[in-house]
């Protein structure tokens, strides 16, 4: 099975900031890779796939980049919406695997 | 517009079966798959399987020990998820979400997710 490592696995931060968040895939996945963002109670929501392609209706400055095995999702000026738990997860193999999400938090 | 709704919550012995299922609606159900995700109270996302209803294909985590089924019912669009052999480490809300391989072998990521559904296995 491919393994996600995703990183931090926790991140204070204030609106209006940047972050960014990794995730390394422990075989070649070329740009086969999702990112979800999970509220609490709630289902997962997609945000991002084919490593870099922005899925309809979310806002722009949600955006992601890599290929291979190495991948970043980044957020750029964070509105108060955005904490959340973000999830990356490979689709290139089966079975499908997700990164052990990264929780981001207010500062 | 597209909705997935699941069934309610369920409480089960250890031992005993789980049957949860997904109506869809808002869209032709052959035309994509479904999978099913899961998620133990505090931790992360865990794939279960995905089915391909145009073609009836099935994929499913080895994790699970050939104790799921994933089946389809085209007359209700209705798609089920049955666990069986529960046991406590089963606990968790398991998801329904549109997306795999759909008609004409296209794959899709999954979009639209159903509401999830709380099985805990508890003696």
């Known amino acids: 099975d491919i393994q996600m490592t995703q990183s931090p696995s926790s991140l204070s931060a204030s609106v209006g900031d940047r972050v960014t968040i990794t995730c390394q895939a422990t075989?070649?996945?070329?740009?086969?890779l999702n990112w979800f963002q999970q509220k609490p109670g709630k289902a997962p929501k997609l945000l991002i796939y084919?490593?870099?392609d922005l899925q309809a209706g979310v806002p722009s400055r949600f955006s992601g980049s890599g290929s291979g095995t190495d991948f970043t999702f980044t957020i750029t000026s964070l509105q108060p919406e955005d904490f959340a738990t973000y999830y990356c997860?490979?689709?290139?193999?089966?079975?499908?695997?997700f990164g052990q999400g990264t929780k981001l938090e207010i500062k | 517009q597209v909705q997935l709704v699941q069934s309610g919550a369920e409480v089960k012995k250890p031992g005993a079966s789980v049957k949860v299922s997904c109506k869809i609606s808002?869209?032709?159900?052959?035309?994509?798959?479904i999978t099913w995700v899961r998620q133990a109270p505090g931790q992360g996302l865990e794939w279960v399987g995905t089915?391909?209803?145009?073609?009836?294909?099935?994929y499913h985590s080895q994790n699970l020990q050939g104790r799921v089924t994933m089946t389809t019912d085209t007359s209700t669009n209705t798609a089920y998820m049955e666990l069986r052999s529960l046991r406590s480490d089963d606990t968790a809300v398991y998801f329904c979400?549109?997306?795999?391989?759909?008609?004409?072998?296209?794959?899709?990521?999954?979009?639209?997710w159903g509401q999830g559904t709380l099985v805990t296995v508890s003696s």
């Open positions: 997860q490979q689709y290139d193999n089966l079975p499908r695997t």
């Open positions: 979400a549109r997306g795999g391989w759909g008609g004409s072998g296209n794959y899709y990521n999954e979009d639209y």
């Open positions: 089915i391909s209803i145009w073609n009836g294909k099935k």
């Open positions: 075989q070649d996945i070329t740009n086969h």
């Open positions: 084919d490593a870099s």
């Open positions: 808002g869209y032709r159900f052959t035309s994509y798959g």
